[in-house]
């Protein structure tokens, strides 16, 4: 599951967790709020990947582009009034939930960390980093787990699958056919997980950590804390406290005594470290997987950049989306890789059956400075600047996606060639997808086209696993998508409807539009989006009456 919420972030006080997966697409008036939750997806992304835990900044290029400079214009209006003079981020990946509570001052465009801390629901392990009482705490939760619904859950997935494998008429050598045994092999997989995990009574550690007395067995839950310095690095701070509280566990024995001194610890300080070293092995874990997690973590934003009618495309101009869309292309060779997946998906997309540009592209460089870009449609080459708006709005985008589909495709190569199984690949993209954030893709579209845009998202993310949120005001879109949802029966199990919409209204929170089997939607949308078109068709026949009179 993955969520985003957050507090006194821009025009919300407080703004309720949206789940988002597969295909979000945020609708709403100007103004609304869409662009804020686009915003915080990639003030957190910043965050993680800098692993910094005491500053929070705002001022990268992309924040910039994005209209994100300062605390000051990040702050809800009304939050020091309120004496609230801080902004707490909330998100959800899978299994870890992330918190970051921030301050400021005015005009800089860094923040103080209040508040950081990530919990991984798998092992129910918690870290807790708090910058300015140079503290970090490890806690574990002994909650109770209810097994009996997901086992039920999974043991229908099982059945729903094999049925698939057994009565299909894919070739066993298909690529779909392959991912649906892989997927069968998963669940079985996962399932002898939630046997370990809930029904084993087998201790996690070795017999000669337990001891006969009470406050020595087995412990399910444990918090553990430590101070640090201002010059420690995330690394550090977590090596620390392991060091710190491994040492304190034996001294807490009676072992590792420095000279003749003693430690005295209470009963409870006795079962906290006990609790900590007994379930070391899965702090480490949890750390590591979150370390993963950052290190792979990937927003893509790409924002409504009106693309530029140019003959040729500077690679220094960093103004021109297209121009640097083409410059990635090209460095990345993708015109070159005639059979990879990133450039059959540009010549599928530009093709006559989709957007409509022409057959193929041929890309230029003069004099290391530029590139020249042509497009090949009905045996004659058309430089791309000379097609219209329409057109070179379209192959920004397919360019940006073909970047994307192609570092994803490299990244699995090369795990291959460290024998990295298939099944290893689909794990980590559930683990690890690519996120890619697109706003009003439907620029300069005619609404055919605008149409095509949901057609195009639908491959993008179930053929190459990338989740897309995209910030639209396009019906067309939309209305496309319902079309899909009911031609591949997407709301009919056991299949996924990998399309999810919020609608975000003038003044409240936003709230989820669901569609149905039929490929409606519930509830409506609010005033100004669906119902125009038939409001100004009512007006005309209106004045026509009138006039008729």
């Not at 995990?197 to 996690?204: A, D, R, T």
């Not at 000669?208 to 804390?225: G, H, I, L």
């Not at 639908?458 to 009911?486: D, F, M, P, W």
Request: aromatic share 12%.
């Amino acid at each position: 599951m993955n969520k985003i919420g957050f507090q006194n972030f821009r025009r919300f006080a407080n703004f309720p967790e949206l789940e988002y997966d597969g295909i979000t697409l945020l609708v709403g008036k100007n103004n609304s709020g869409k662009s804020t939750v686009v915003k915080a997806f990639l003030l957190i992304g910043d965050f993680l990947k800098s692993k910094n835990v005491r500053t929070f900044s705002f001022g990268s290029n992309m924040f910039e582009d994005a209209n994100i400079v300062t605390y000051e214009r990040a702050l809800n209006v009304n939050a020091k009034s309120r004496n609230e003079d801080f902004i707490r981020f909330h998100y959800q990946f899978n299994e870890f939930i992330i918190d970051i509570e921030i301050t400021g001052e005015g005009e800089r465009t860094n923040a103080d960390i209040l508040h950081f801390s990530f919990t991984d629901t798998s092992e129910n392990i918690s870290f807790v980093i708090k910058p300015q009482l140079s503290t970090i705490t490890i806690s574990k939760s002994n909650k109770e787990i209810d097994d009996t619904e997901e086992t039920n859950k999974l043991h229908e997935e099982l059945k729903e699958v094999k049925s698939l494998i057994e009565n299909t008429v894919l070739k066993k050598s298909s690529k779909e056919y392959l991912e649906l045994v892989d997927q069968y092999n998963s669940l079985l997989e996962k399932g002898e997980g939630l046997v370990q995990k809930w029904m084993s009574e087998e201790p996690l550690v070795n017999e000669t950590v337990a001891e006969s007395n009470q406050e020595y067995k087995k412990r399910d839950e444990f918090t553990v804390s430590s101070y640090f310095t201002d010059d420690m690095s995330f690394q550090e701070i977590y090596n620390d406290i392991i060091a710190e509280s491994t040492s304190k566990y034996f001294l807490a024995r009676g072992e590792d005594a420095v000279d003749e001194d003693t430690v005295e610890y209470d009963i409870n300080e006795i079962g906290n470290y006990v609790g900590f070293y007994q379930n070391k092995a899965l702090v480490e874990n949890s750390f590591d997987k979150f370390n993963k997690f950052i290190d792979k973590l990937n927003f893509k934003y790409l924002g409504a950049n009106p693309a530029k009618q140019s003959a040729l495309f500077a690679v220094r101009d960093k103004n021109n989306a297209l121009a640097q869309a083409v410059h990635e292309y090209k460095q990345l060779g993708i015109d070159k890789a005639v059979g990879s997946e990133a450039n059959i998906f540009v010549k599928k997309w530009m093709g006559k059956d989709n957007f409509d540009i022409g057959e193929n592209m041929v890309i230029n460089m003069h004099a290391g400075e530029a590139y020249e870009v042509k497009i090949n449609k009905n045996g004659k080459e058309i430089p791309l600047a000379d097609k219209g708006m329409g057109s070179i709005q379209s192959m920004l985008l397919i360019l940006r996606l073909a970047c994307v589909i192609h570092k994803k495709d490299m990244k699995e190569t090369t795990d291959l060639l460290f024998s990295v199984s298939k099944e290893m690949h689909r794990l980590y993209d559930i683990l690890n997808p690519d996120v890619v954030i697109i706003e009003e893709p439907e620029l300069n579209l005619h609404p055919a086209f605008q149409s095509k845009l949901a057609e195009m998202f639908y491959e993008v993310n179930i053929k190459y696993g990338i989740q897309l949120i995209v910030e639209t005001h396009s019906e067309y879109l939309i209305r496309k998508s319902q079309v899909i949802v009911a031609e591949y029966e997407l709301e009919v199990s056991p299949n996924t409807n990998p399309f999810t919409i919020y609608y975000f209204p003038e003044e409240e929170a936003p709230y989820r539009i669901n569609y149905d089997k039929d490929g409606s939607i519930t509830p409506n949308f609010g005033n100004g989006f669906y119902d125009e078109s038939s409001l100004r068709a009512l007006e005309l026949m209106r004045i026509k009456r009138q006039k008729n009179a």
